[in-house]
């Protein structure tokens, strides 16, 4: 059976995450899937004022709606993702994030 996750961003529907907020489109095990989840993640300078390092514990591709963060990956590049950019992390990287200004993200978990 085909199953739909659907929602519109509601700033009402947020709720505490690790680092920010977070509005779940799809919760880790919705449909039996450990893996795949997605959702809306809201941070601020103020959440985050300094850098914090994040491992990458599954797959996690992104979607910077409004706002920029600065990834370095351990051995490799670092990215100021800005409005409109895109990047996919590996499980397994190194990172270490900082949120320049406030920023309203899309990821997915896989």
């Known amino acids: 059976m085909t199953q739909v996750f659907h929602a ?4 009402a ?3 505490p995450f690790e680092v920010g907020t977070v509005q779940w489109l799809r919760r880790p095990g919705d449909n039996g899937n450990e893996a795949l989840s ?3 993640w809201t941070v601020s300078p103020d959440d985050a004022p ?3 390092d994040l ?3 599954e797959d ?3 979607y910077i709606v409004s706002g920029h963060l600065r990834i370095e990956v351990q051995g490799g590049d670092a990215f100021d993702l800005t409005a409109g ?15 320049v200004e406030p ?3 899309f990821f997915v978990y896989s």
Do not use: K, Q
């Open 8 to 11: 519109t961003h509601d700033p």
């Open 13 to 15: 529907a947020l709720e």
């Open 38 to 40: 997605a959702g809306i």
């Open 50 to 52: 300094e850098p914090f």
């Open 55 to 57: 491992p990458i514990e």
């Open 60 to 62: 996690e591709t992104v």
């Open 85 to 99: 950019s895109m990047a996919s992390f590996s499980r397994g990287a190194m990172t270490r994030w900082t949120v």
């Open 103 to 105: 920023t309203v993200e």
